[in-house]
């Protein structure tokens, strides 16, 4: 890991660490380091390192809640603001627990979507009507609940490698 100005560079090994990582947060320095060809050491001083940088922002379990048994209502928001007050709004929404991801988007119309968990249609309700509608800026609210989830990820780094020229 290298840098140039103010960003950031990850050399091949760092992205190799960084996939390991991703398919498996749980294995070993060691068995990284067998995988990528370096020293466990290694490895643990360029994984401390992107954590300090925060190219490694969190380790995290993925729950299926409702295997968990875990009732919830998922739906997604689309936000219409006035655009001076798009940030703010976003900010807003970002704070708020029962926003899991919040995107601005820079369409014909500016606008934010969320995604948005709640216990129940009373709760989102409630939500949307006490928290977001009184958002000063906030011009309509667009609400979709999810009835089915299909598919559910994350990017990957692996995905990437081999378009990257390191």
């Known amino acids: 890991m290298r840098r140039k100005n103010t960003a950031l560079f990850l050399d091949a090994k760092d992205l190799e660490i960084l996939k390991a990582l991703q398919e498996d947060s749980r294995q070993t320095y060691t068995a990284i380091g067998r995988r990528v060809g370096i020293a466990h050491s290694t490895v643990y001083d360029r994984v401390r390192r992107m ?64 995604k948005v968990v709640a216990a129940s249609q009373e709760g989102l309700h409630a939500f949307v009507a006490n928290s977001i509608a009184p958002m000063n800026g906030v011009l309509r609210i667009r609400t979709s609940i999810i009835t089915r989830k299909v598919k559910e990820t994350s990017l990957l780094i692996g995905d990437y490698l081999e378009g990257l020229h390191l």
Do not use: H, W
């Open 51 to 114: 954590e300090l940088q925060k190219v490694i922002r969190n380790y995290t379990t993925l729950v299926d809640l409702e295997k968990a048994g875990v009732k919830k209502i998922m739906a997604i928001m689309t936000v219409y603001t006035d655009p001076k007050e798009t940030e703010s709004v976003a900010s807003k929404l970002a704070q708020s627990p029962e926003v899991l991801e919040v995107y601005t988007s820079l369409s014909d119309e500016l606008l934010i979507m969320a």
